[in-house]
């Protein structure tokens, strides 16, 4: 932990809290801080999701949020503070280069609609160009895309926000896996079944 909470409680945020009445249920939080590093429990969050969303502001203070994807567990952990993965080729906007180039501040909302999980980071955000040694590391083998840079993030706070309005959705694979599972499930009962029916039969037979 550290003493980041005005980072994530603004002083309006508090006014708005203290306004509003939930001030006191957000004081121990004010008073210890958010975790700043990478914990067990937020690697393992980040094995789950193929989505994210990474907010920047421009020089201007205009705000832009960016779909990033891939394969699950496409962020990776470089070390306690920092997370990275592989920019892929898009529409060539560069909005958010364009907006790191002047200001690093970035936040990133993941999102798990399975698990009806979300997590929150703030932080900064740096673009890394022309390392081939980096892309390798991030780019996930196999995957349909063109890997160009890579963005590091380095966190200055998270925190895991309530499930509450999130709606569960799941992938083709997520659902196919659990498909498979329940079809191998009733085999096994309709094999049990078959089973009990011919022993039945085999007793009334015999009696």
């Not at 957000?26 to 980040?46: C, I, M, N, S």
């Not at 969303?53 to 496409?74: D, E, M």
Request: include cysteine.
């Amino acid at each position: 932990m550290s003493d980041n909470s005005v980072l994530v409680f603004t002083p309006s945020a508090r006014r708005a809290q203290a306004e509003r009445g939930s001030a006191k249920a957000y004081e121990r939080k004010t008073a210890t801080g958010f975790p700043d590093r990478v914990t067990p429990q937020l690697a393992e969050f980040l094995t789950g999701i193929d989505t994210a969303f990474l907010g920047t502001v421009s020089a201007a203070g205009a705000p832009y949020i960016q779909h990033r994807g891939g394969p699950k567990g496409f962020i990776k952990v470089i070390d306690e503070k920092t997370l990275g993965f592989a920019d892929y080729r898009g529409n060539r906007q560069y909005i958010t280069l364009g907006n790191l180039a002047d200001n690093d501040r970035a936040f990133l909302f993941l999102l798990n609609p399975a698990t009806q999980q979300r997590i929150k980071l703030w932080g900064h955000a740096r673009v890394v160009e022309n390392d081939p040694d980096l892309i390798a590391r991030l780019f996930d083998a196999g995957y349909q895309a063109r890997p160009e840079r890579v963005i590091l993030f380095t966190i200055d706070a998270w925190d895991v926000n309530c499930s509450q309005h999130i709606a569960p959705r799941f992938t083709p694979e997520e659902i196919a896996e659990a498909a498979a599972e329940l079809r191998g499930r009733i085999a096994a009962l309709e094999a049990e079944n078959r089973e009990l029916r011919e022993a039945v039969s085999r007793a009334q037979r015999s009696a």
